[in-house]
């Protein structure tokens, strides 16, 4: 864990890091200009990246950056969902336009207060496996409210919004990208701030965080509401996307499965890893979809168990620490005593 | 009929019901008291286990309550393959997510392929004691939970009878109670981690057994069964066998009595009364609070 502060090399490299990760944030949402590219299938591969990133930095700031393993990722998902929805279809009238900020923007702060109400007392009872459980019948509690809802939330059936107004996916497109990007850059800030260091500390040790002082009560359940806000606004933004909202597409286990395992694999707890892991689950999800339709869980499933097999760490962890491992040993072969030694190993 | 006798018919059948949780959940805290993880992939084997029992009485016309005896051995095998396949190097690792993502492909998996080779259909067997009942303090019982309900206890007394008697039933509680210590003391745990899953999967299968005989089995159904037994787990105190089985009785009575009450809203009050006590009690309702130095 690199808890320590951060070296001039380092800082210059962040600095070339962050040019690079806007030149290749522009390449992407350039991408809708290239003729023919909004109708091709990789298009919404990209826009389905987006949302997976989005919600899998949500999980890794709760899980990888504060150690409280949620299992209610897809919970907020389908609360942001449904809040986009149900105001599109109760409170606005005609619907007669998709997409407004003000909506998505609405379904995460939804989501984030949730997040609060239901956070305080389970976090301040409940930590670890049994945190991981409760988080768990939290989602199947709000997937039955949300089946009991009534006319409101219309049941098993969902909510449907008007498709009319939609015509291409563009606009879906750049928010998601914004999202990722967004999330993505607000966890990169995290783990170099105070307020990272704090998280980071809960995660360590929660008892030695709380004698330096951290309060670490407000830490977790602040990180587990930040989550929840990007995960809500991932939900708003799929609900604009498939424009109909039901307990089963949107308070499935999956989106909460889906995102852990892309943490999991890129390597939680580290800035890029989640949209690594977007990227590669997605395009295995989507290539099981086009070749072994029906088939496409079996695939998924195997690759799970083989990356949990021989990867358990992630990608980027296991570049880490050969990384780390190739410095030491240069710091070694650069030592005063071992000048005179001719192979550094 | 009076409402009341009604009532009382429904709570009986759910703590007949209610057992078969408690089975699973038996299953459950065995492997999270060794390994420490939570076995996500119980309720997919569970509904394996009731299909290897659905068609051996289909194709062979194999009794479900024999079956029983025939599927114990089997599930004991794969439960041991299982573990040294898939679980072994995961088990050792300080990280749970592997563990836990490891579980939840394994259910993907197994839900997919049934489904492909099996076709999402719900299944049943039906015997010719299928539907019959007997009249017993003036209620109508079941045959078939009934004989549920005593398959449950059975298994129950089976597994406390084997961790407080035999010498590897020994070992299996000195692991979960403290591993490092166990290993010092020369007690393998790869070894004892591979028994308590193996009997959890062979409870699995137990469980799936008796279920087809009761009720109808399809693809899906795991997942529900896997939170229903950790909601019975979690009632009962983890790593408590008679305590699961409890906990998996009440669970029933709790979903009964609200279907009775509140009709639609039994899992809500399931996963209400889970979160209430997870909370409250997080060392279940049935254990009297000892601190452990």
Not at chain 1, 24 to 34: D, E, G, I, K, M
Not at chain 1, 41 to 62: K, R
Not at chain 1, 218 to 228: C, E, L, P, Q, S
Not at chain 1, 235 to 246: C, M, T
Request: aromatic share 12%; with cysteine.
């Amino acid at each position: 864990m690199n808890l320590q502060g951060h070296t001039p090399g380092q800082r210059q490299g962040t600095s070339r890091g962050l040019v690079i990760a806007a030149l290749v944030t522009l390449a992407f949402a350039l991408v809708p200009f290239v003729p023919g590219a909004p109708d091709h299938y990789l298009f919404f591969y990209l826009f389905m990246v987006f949302v997976y990133a989005t919600v899998a930095q949500s999980w890794n700031v709760v899980a990888g950056y504060t150690g409280q393993i949620s299992l209610a990722q897809h919970a907020f998902f389908g609360v942001g969902g449904y809040t986009t929805a149900l105001l599109a279809t109760h409170f606005l009238e005609d619907g007669g336009f998709y997409f407004n900020p003000l909506l998505l923007l609405a379904s995460g702060l939804v989501a984030a207060l949730f997040a609060v109400a239901i956070g305080i007392p389970l976090l301040s009872k409940l930590a670890g496996d049994y945190f991981a459980l409760g988080t768990l019948g939290l989602g199947e509690i709000v997937r039955v409210l949300l089946i009991k809802g009534g006319s409101f939330t219309g049941g098993s059936a969902g909510v449907s919004m008007s498709p009319e107004p939609f015509e291409t996916l563009m606009p879906h497109y750049w928010v998601g990208l914004l999202l990722a990007a967004g999330s993505t850059l607000a966890v990169w800030w995290l783990a170099r701030s105070r307020a990272g260091l704090a998280l980071m500390a809960v995660r360590e040790d929660p008892i030695a965080a709380a004698a330096s002082g951290v309060p670490v009560l407000r830490v977790k359940v602040g990180a587990f509401a930040a989550g929840a806000f990007v995960a809500g606004l991932a939900g708003g933004l799929y609900a604009f996307y498939v424009f109909a909202v039901s307990p089963g597409g949107f308070l499935n286990l999956s989106w909460t499965l889906y995102p852990i395992l892309m943490c999991v694999m890129g390597g939680s707890g580290t800035v890029l890893g989640p949209v690594l892991g977007a990227f590669v689950m997605t395009a295995v999800f989507s290539a099981g979809n086009v070749y072994f339709p029906g088939a496409h869980p079996i695939v998924s499933g195997a690759l799970i168990i083989l990356v949990m097999l021989f990867m358990p760490s992630g990608i980027l962890r296991v570049r880490e620490g050969r990384a780390r491992a190739r410095k030491t040993v240069q710091q070694v072969g650069k030592g005063p005593q071992a000048s005179s030694a001719t192979t550094p190993r | 009929m009076s409402g009341l006798a009604i009532l009382a018919e429904l709570l009986v059948n759910g703590v007949l019901f209610g057992a078969m949780y408690g089975v699973a959940a038996i299953g459950l805290s065995l492997i999270f008291g060794t390994m420490g993880i939570i076995f996500l992939a119980q309720g997919a084997m569970i509904v394996l286990g009731g299909y290897a029992a659905y068609w051996a009485f289909r194709l062979l016309g194999v009794d479900p309550y024999v079956m029983l005896f025939l599927l114990l051995p089997g599930s004991l095998l794969v439960g041991s393959a299982m573990y040294q396949l898939l679980f072994r190097r995961a088990a050792a690792m300080q990280d749970k997510n592997t563990s836990l993502l490891i579980a939840v492909g394994l259910s993907f998996m197994l839900e997919s392929v049934m489904s492909l080779a099996w076709t999402p259909d719900p299944r049943s067997i039906t015997t010719g004691y299928s539907s019959g009942s007997f009249q017993f303090l003036g209620m109508n019982w079941s045959i078939t939970r009934t004989a549920g309900f005593f398959v449950a206890l059975v298994a129950t007394i089976g597994v406390t009878q084997f961790l407080r008697r035999t010498m590897i039933g020994k070992a299996v509680r000195a692991t979960s109670e403290d591993m490092t210590s166990a290993a010092l003391v020369g007690i393998p745990p790869h070894r004892v981690n591979m028994i308590a899953f193996a009997i959890g999967i062979a409870l699995a299968g137990i469980a799936g057994c008796t279920l087809a005989a009761t009720y109808t089995i399809d693809p899906y159904f795991g997942f529900l069964l896997s939170l229903k037994a950790l909601i019975a787990l979690a009632l009962g105190g983890l790593g408590h066998v008679g305590g699961a089985l409890a906990g998996g009785i009440l669970l029933g009575l709790i979903e009964s009595g609200s279907s009775y009450l509140l009709p639609g809203w039994g899992d809500a009050v399931g996963y209400a009364v889970f979160l209430l006590v997870l909370m409250f009690r997080p060392q279940g309702l049935f254990v009297r609070t000892v601190t452990k130095t």
